[in-house]
């Protein structure tokens, strides 16, 4: 499972690392976040068959046969293993894959003994960010009162076994995409076959981890 992340990184480096054609207004005006937790707006790098864009989206995904938006609270994550056949993701595994930029993320877990989980911090050695794998959905729900159709942008994280030095902490980590699979991932017409290869643990090597304080428990 991944819950919590961290999003540092201001609009304008992301869209440099991962090399973005467009940044929308409201990628521009998202301020850091250094625990940003599931139902809030996240940063997503995307491809819309031409450009790649980066953007902001709420996370939990919301397939577009949902009745209302309350299914994405349970949907921020995809399992690897089951993502290209479970009825909400299969669709958006098809077509509409992304990137979600990440500084880190946390995991917990409990040491022996502990009256309390440990959470810890866990970031690429070299300092660069995380490239997780996603799947994004646009949800349309029903006018309000004294509104319009209302048009909701959606992602989860992919999520699959730990590498070696993951399973330390716990037994799922997210799907990290090198850079040479950045183009593909994000093309529409990738097929599936290419697609699964890419659903494997990154290497042992690329991350470290160290603890920090429980106060990163609560989101506020």
């Given amino acids: 499972m991944c819950g919590r992340f961290v999003s540092s990184s201001g609009a304008e480096d992301i869209a440099k690392y991962f090399d973005v054609d467009e940044v929308s207004e409201q990628a521009l005006e998202h301020r850091p976040n250094y625990n940003p937790a599931p139902t809030t707006d996240v940063f997503v790098v995307y491809s819309d068959g031409g450009a790649r864009r980066l953007d902001t989206f709420h996370w939990g995904l919301v397939p577009r046969w949902a009745k209302d938006?309350?299914?994405?609270?349970?949907?921020?994550?995809?399992?690897?293993?089951?993502?290209?056949?479970?009825?909400?993701?299969?669709?958006?595994?098809?077509?509409?894959?992304?990137?979600?930029?990440?500084?880190?993320?946390?995991e917990w877990n409990k040491p022996e003994g502990a009256q309390r989980k440990q959470p810890w911090y866990i970031t690429r050695r070299d300092g660069e960010p995380f490239a997780f794998a996603g799947l994004w959905e646009q949800w349309r729900g029903e006018p309000s009162e004294g509104s319009g159709e209302m048009t909701v942008r959606s992602t989860t994280i992919i999520t699959g076994s730990p590498n070696d030095r993951m399973a330390e902490l716990h037994n799922r980590m997210p799907v990290i995409l090198p850079a040479s699979a950045w183009q593909a991932w994000l093309d529409p017409t990738t097929d599936a076959a290419e697609l699964t290869g890419f659903l494997v643990p990154a290497p042992s090597e690329l991350i470290t981890f160290h603890p920090v304080s429980t106060e990163v428990n609560n989101v506020r």
């Fill in 69 to 106: 938006l309350r299914i994405g609270n349970k949907l921020i994550n995809a399992r690897a293993e089951t993502v290209a056949e479970k009825p909400a993701f299969r669709s958006a595994f098809a077509r509409r894959r992304c990137i979600l930029p990440a500084d880190g993320f946390y």
